[in-house]
């Protein structure tokens, strides 16, 4: 197996993951909880993060496709 194939196969997991965790960070996390980081609740923080996690993953799904296709 191409170290590219393998990379790509891998980049493609990453991505799946960092999707799958990105959609419950901004589905469910946070509800019901108190607490925060200053002015930003425990919501807001999921939020950014679920946003962050959803561009990162979005990017290695990406990369990961076009490892493989090529």
Same mark, same amino acid.
């Given at each position: 197996?191409?170290?590219?194939?393998?990379?790509?196969?891998?980049?493609?997991? =990453?991505?799946?993951?960092?999707?799958?965790?990105?959609?419950? !960070?901004? %589905?469910?996390? @946070?509800?019901?909880?108190?607490? +925060?980081?200053?002015?930003?609740?425990?919501?807001?923080?999921?939020? =950014?993060?679920?946003?962050?996690?959803?561009?990162?993953?979005? !990017?290695? %799904?990406?990369? @990961?496709?076009?490892?493989?296709? +090529?």
């Amino acid at each position: 197996m191409q170290s590219a194939t393998t990379f790509g196969i891998l980049l493609a997991l =990453v991505g799946l993951a960092a999707l799958s965790f990105a959609a419950y !960070a901004l %589905l469910r996390g @946070g509800k019901g909880q108190r607490g +925060g980081i200053g002015p930003i609740s425990e919501r807001g923080i999921h939020v =950014v993060a679920g946003i962050r996690m959803l561009v990162i993953g979005a !990017a290695s %799904l990406v990369a @990961g496709i076009y490892l493989l296709a +090529g």
